[in-house]
C-alpha cells in the first residue's frame, strides 16, 4: 500500500490527570489513501478528536509514528514546517468559535494567504473571492462579519480557510453536527465536489453513521481509545463484524423501511460507556457485549484480518484469519 | 378515538426586543387525545421549545408576549389561568424533561432531594417523608437505574449524561402527569445511549399510559416513536399526518425537502438540502413564511398566508398546492 498518504501506527496520546491517566487514543493504527475518504466513527469520548488533533500537531502524540507521505510527523506544530502545515488542514465542529467574530471574513480568510505567502499582497482580495466562490458564496461576503452570517455559510468559510494553502490533506472534525439537515446536505455535497475537483484527502470524523454511509471510502469504528473495527464501506455496512458495530448499527433511528431492512437484527443496546480514565480489563467492550466469552474480560484481543482489508479486534474473530 | 387533551388554536407569540418585535409563533395549530404519542420536528430556531413552554406558561413574559390564541387542556383554556390553577396542571397534569439534563438538574443538591421536592410537590403534601422516599427510589428503579438509595445521595455531577437524562425522565414521570412534554430528550446523549432512553421513555409512557409529546428535529426518532407528526417551520404549523402517512407521502414542499436531506443507510447520495435559511423573525416574509426557499412557491404564496387543506383523513398540509 504505497500510496498511503496518511499512516498512523501505534499511536497513542494519554493525559496525566488527577483522576489518574486518561488513555484517550491508545494504540490506533489505520491508514488514509490519497483521495480517498476514510470516516472515523465513535461516540462521544472515544477519541476521535485526539487522533485529529494529534494528526495536526495539536497534541504531542505520547508513542507511536505518524507518517505523512512517507515522512515522518510525530511532532508538534511548532516543531513542524510550514511546508507541511500548508498542506494539511483542519475544519472545526463549531463555526460559531472557530472565526474569531471580531474579526471580518477578508481579515479571517487573508490570514493564512498571508502566512503562507501564497499570493501577493495585491491580489489578495482576488483570491479570497476566488477562494469564496469555491465554496459557492459571492464574493462581497468577505466585507461581513462571522455574526452577520448563517451557521451553515460560516462552515462554508472554514473550509474556504482549510483550502485557502492549497492542501492536500484536511480534517474534518464533524464539520455538520452543529447544523441542520438542510444545510448539511448543502455542505456535504460541497465537499464530495471539492474533494474531485481538488484530489483531496479527508479524515471525516462523525458519529452519524447514516452520513459516514454516503460520504466515506472506508470507515473505521472508535471505542475507548481504540480502533475495534475498519472495512470498505460498502463491506461495513453489508458484513458489520465487531459487536459494537453491530450495536451502533441497530441503534440508528431511520426514515424508510428501506433502511429498516439494511439494519443488523436489533441488538439492545445495554449499559454505560465507561469513564476514559478507568476502562475495563481486556476487551473495554466486554461489559456491555452481548456475545461475550470467557476470554473477553482477561485478555485484550488483537486486530485480525477475517477478510483481505476487513480488519476487527474482537476475540470472535480471533481464529479465523 | 379517545377524549381530547390539548388543542392549541393559532397560537401566536411575539418577543419584544431592542428594536422591534421577534414574530416567532405564527399561527400553531395541534390537537392531541389521550393517550397519544405525538411528534414535534422542525429545525432549529422553528419555534418547537416556545410552543413547549407556552403550554406550561413557563415562557419569560416580558420579553415574550402572546398575541393572539388559545391553549385549550382538557376544555380549559391555559393562558387564562391564574397562578394558582396552573400549580395544579404543573403538579398533577403536565410535566416537561428538558433537552440537557446537566443544565435541568441543580448542581448544588442531591438528586435525591430534588427527586423527592418534585413528589412531594405533585401530592399536595399528603405523603410521609417515608413514603416520599420510597416513591422516589421506585421512580429510580423504574428508569433502570442501579442502586437507587445511592444515587438519591449522588449529586448531578457524580452521573453519567445518560444517567442524568434518566433522573429527569424518573421525575418527570413520578408526579404522575398526564401529559409529558419530552423537548429533545436525546439531542445530547451517544446514538447506542438514545437508543436506551428512547426505548425505557417509550416503556413507561405505556404502561402509565401517559400522552406524550416529542420534541426532535431527528426524524428517524419520530418515525420510531410517535402514531402523529406536526412539522413546524418558521413559527407555523405547515404539515400534519399519522406518522406511517407522513413518511410515505410527505406533501409540504419544505417537509419533502427535509425527508430527502435526511442521509440514508442505502448510501445513494444525499439530496441538495433547502436552499436559503430560515427567516428574520424581525421582519418575516409575508404571506407563506416558506415561499423564499420554496422551489415551488407561485404569486399566492407571497401574498397570502396558506390555510390548512385536507389532503386526506388526519392529513392536512399548510399549503397552496394542495388547494382544490
Redesign the interface.
Known amino acids: 500500500m504505497n500510496n498511503e498518504i496518511l499512516t498512523a501506527q501505534e499511536l497513542k496520546k494519554h493525559f496525566h490527570t488527577n483522576r489518574g491517566i486518561v488513555r484517550a487514543a491508545d494504540g490506533v493504527s489505520f491508514g488514509i489513501r490519497e483521495c480517498e475518504t476514510l470516516g472515523l466513527v465513535g ?2 469520548g472515544s477519541g476521535k478528536s485526539t487522533v485529529a488533533y494529534t494528526i495536526m500537531g495539536i497534541y504531542q502524540a505520547t508513542s507511536g509514528d505518524l507518517l505523512f507521505k512517507g515522512k515522518d510527523i510525530t511532532r508538534e506544530s511548532a516543531k513542524r514546517s510550514k511546508k507541511l502545515k500548508q498542506d494539511i488542514q483542519i475544519v472545526f465542529q463549531d463555526p460559531g468559535s472557530s472565526l474569531n467574530p471580531r474579526r471580518s471574513i477578508r481579515q479571517i480568510m487573508d490570514l493564512p494567504l498571508n502566512v503562507h505567502n501564497i499570493v501577493p499582497k495585491a491580489r489578495r482580495d482576488e483570491q479570497i473571492a476566488k477562494l469564496l466562490e469555491m465554496v459557492e458564496l459571492p464574493a462581497d461576503f468577505m466585507y461581513k462579519h462571522p455574526l452577520n452570517i ?1 451557521g ?2 460560516r462552515q462554508m468559510i472554514a473550509i474556504a480557510r482549510a483550502l485557502a494553502t492549497d492542501p492536500s490533506f484536511i480534517v474534518l472534525d464533524e464539520p455538520t453536527s452543529a447544523l ?7 455542505i ?2 460541497l465537499l464530495i465536489d471539492l474533494q474531485k475537483e481538488l484530489n483531496l484527502t479527508y479524515l471525516f470524523i462523525t ?5 459516514m ?3 466515506a471510502t472506508r470507515v473505521a469504528i472508535m471505542y475507548l481509545g481504540k480502533i475495534c473495527e475498519i472495512a470498505t ?2 463491506e461495513f ?1 453489508s458484513k458489520p463484524l465487531h459487536p459494537y458495530t453491530n ?2 448499527l ?7 423501511a ?2 429498516e431492512d ?2 443488523p437484527k436489533k441488538i ?3 449499559g ?2 465507561p469513564s476514559p480514565v478507568n476502562v475495563p480489563p481486556g476487551c473495554s467492550f466486554h461489559l456491555r457485549c452481548p456475545n461475550r466469552i470467557d476470554i473477553c474480560d482477561k485478555v485484550d484481543p488483537k486486530i485480525t484480518e477475517p477478510e483481505p482489508g476487513h480488519q476487527v479486534r474482537c476475540h470472535l474473530f480471533e481464529g479465523s484469519s | 378515538m379517545g377524549k381530547r387533551l390539548l388543542e392549541i388554536k393559532n397560537l401566536q407569540v411575539n418577543f419584544d426586543v431592542y428594536g422591534g418585535s421577534l414574530k416567532v409563533l405564527n399561527g400553531v395549530h395541534l390537537t392531541m387525545e389521550e393517550g397519544e404519542k405525538v411528534g414535534l420536528v422542525g429545525e432549529t430556531g422553528c419555534g418547537k421549545t416556545t410552543t413547549a413552554k407556552s403550554v406550561l406558561k413557563i415562557l419569560p413574559m416580558p420579553p415574550g408576549k402572546v398575541m393572539g390564541g388559545e391553549i385549550l387542556f382538557r376544555d380549559a383554556d391555559i393562558l387564562k389561568m391564574n397562578d394558582n390553577e396552573m400549580r395544579q396542571i404543573h403538579a398533577h397534569e403536565i410535566s416537561m424533561i428538558f433537552q440537557d439534563p446537566t443544565a435541568a438538574l441543580n448542581p448544588v443538591f442531591t438528586i435525591g432531594q430534588q427527586l423527592m421536592e418534585a413528589i412531594k410537590y405533585s401530592s399536595d403534601n399528603s405523603l410521609s417523608r417515608k413514603e416520599i422516599k420510597e416513591q422516589a427510589v421506585g421512580a429510580l428503579r423504574d428508569v433502570s437505574l442501579p442502586d437507587p438509595e445511592r444515587i438519591l445521595e449522588n449529586y448531578p455531577i457524580q452521573l453519567s449524561g445518560g444517567m442524568r437524562q434518566r433522573i429527569c425522565i424518573a421525575m418527570a414521570l413520578a408526579t404522575r402527569s398526564t401529559l409529558l412534554i419530552a423537548d429533545e430528550p436525546t439531542t445530547s446523549l451517544d446514538v447506542t445511549i438514545q437508543d436506551q432512553v428512547l426505548r425505557l421513555l417509550g416503556a413507561l409512557v405505556r404502561e402509565k399510559d401517559t400522552s406524550t409529546i416529542l420534541i426532535t428535529h431527528s426524524l428517524g426518532v419520530v418515525r420510531e416513536w410517535t402514531e402523529r407528526v406536526y412539522v413546524m417551520y418558521a413559527g407555523s404549523m405547515v404539515e400534519t399526518a399519522g406518522t406511517e402517512e407522513l413518511f410515505k407521502n410527505p406533501l409540504h414542499p419544505y417537509t419533502q425537502g427535509l425527508m430527502a436531506a435526511v442521509p440514508k443507510l442505502t448510501g445513494k447520495g444525499i439530496a441538495s438540502g433547502i436552499e436559503g435559511r430560515i427567516p428574520d423573525y424581525l421582519d418575516p416574509p409575508p404571506g407563506c413564511r416558506f415561499h423564499p426557499r420554496c422551489p415551488r412557491a407561485f404569486d399566492t404564496c407571497k401574498k397570502e398566508k396558506p390555510p390548512y387543506f385536507d389532503a386526506d383523513a388526519g392529513h392536512q398540509v399548510a399549503c397552496f398546492l394542495y388547494k382544490d
Do not use: C, W, Y
Not at chain 1, 458519529?207 to 452520513?211: A, I, M, Y
Open positions: 461516540e462521544s448563517g451553515g455559510e441542520d439537515v438542510s444545510v448539511q446536505a448543502k456535504i455535497n458519529h452519524d453513521l447514516s452520513l454511509r454516503n460520504m464501506t460498502a455496512f450495536m451502533l441497530s441503534s440508528i433511528p431511520v426514515v424508510s428501506e433502511e439494511l439494519k439492545v443496546s445495554q454505560e460507556i
